[in-house]
């Protein structure tokens, strides 16, 4: 009988981490699927694809076509539209769908987080007076922090941004995750930070700069995250893993 095939929407340590655990199971065939944002993503332990699909439509003639029996949205809670056209891809397509939903991060004792609900608003949340900001949001939305040249950035991004997208007196730093506390410390006091702009993406592998900031009372301004559609849905890779493994009993 065919193994039922498996397309997980990817980009996030937790697609990488349901792909190594599907990785050797013999009972599954998965597929991950990048959008292709990042110039040399890791080589992934199962097949593979990257770019769009082509909104809904495409992804729908996607799981018809290959045929796909079971979708994974693990996508990074920003990634909004991939989210949207995944439910609506699997209900034209009638293909199952479970998402992985990371939990946010929560504030602690000690946290001086201002809360804003896009990036426009992180901007005007930095205010008049000119600091120094560690800006770590992804390449994609840098374009609102050149209405505000008055303060100096530095940047960190897995690839580096569009010179075009970047406000005038700024410092790019390439680096991936996971990041850990100690150098994230040294960071923020060795580039003197005043304040850092960065997403509520949740997950470990990006929370150190949260706890660095809570040790040196530094401010964070968080982008709050988008609102999901719904779905059925757990918190991590080993959870899907369980919630798959269910499913293929239940399918027979
Ligand atoms: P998005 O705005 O939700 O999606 C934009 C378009 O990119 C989608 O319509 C789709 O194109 C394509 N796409 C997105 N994820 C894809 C995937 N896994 N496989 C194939 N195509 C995909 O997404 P985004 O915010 O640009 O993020 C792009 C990717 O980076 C996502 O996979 C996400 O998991 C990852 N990522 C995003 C962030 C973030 O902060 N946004 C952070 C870390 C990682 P078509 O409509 O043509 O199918």
Redesign the pocket.
């Given at each position: 009988m065919r193994r039922p095939r498996l397309l997980?929407?990817?980009?996030?340590s937790e697609?990488s981490e349901l792909a190594r655990q599907l990785a050797d199971d013999n009972r599954f065939d998965p597929c991950?699927?990048?959008?292709?944002?990042?110039k040399a993503p890791a080589r992934p332990p199962i097949a593979f694809?990257?770019?769009?699909?082509?909104?809904?439509e495409?992804?729908a003639d996607y799981l018809r076509d290959e045929p796909i029996d079971l979708i994974v949205d693990?996508?990074?809670?920003?990634?909004?539209?991939?989210?949207?056209?995944a439910i609506a891809a699997a209900a034209q397509a009638d293909v199952p769908l479970l998402a992985i939903r990371r939990p946010e991060w929560q504030p602690q004792a000690g946290d001086r987080w201002t809360v804003v609900s896009d990036m426009q608003a992180a901007v005007s949340a930095l205010g008049e007076s000119t600091l120094r900001v560690f800006v770590t949001?992804?390449q994609?939305?840098l374009a609102p922090f050149r209405a505000a040249p008055q303060h100096s950035y530095v940047i960190r991004s897995v690839d580096p941004p569009a010179p075009d997208s970047l406000p005038p007196d700024t410092q790019v730093i390439t680096a991936r995750g996971p990041f850990d506390e100690a150098a994230e410390r040294d960071l923020l006091a060795g580039r003197k930070i005043d304040v850092i702009v960065t997403?509520n993406?949740g997950g470990s592998a990006t929370y150190a700069k949260l706890a660095a900031a809570r040790g040196l009372g530094l401010p964070v301004i968080l982008v709050a995250r988008p609102a999901h559609p719904q779905a059925e849905a757990v918190e991590t890779a080993g959870e899907a893993v369980v919630w798959i493994e269910g499913w293929l009993a239940r399918r027979g």
């Open positions: 997980i929407l990817g980009g996030t697609a991950l699927s990048l959008a292709g944002r990042t694809r990257i770019g769009g699909f082509g909104g809904p495409g992804l693990a996508t990074h809670p920003f990634a909004e539209r991939m989210k949207h056209n949001i992804g994609k939305e997403k993406s």
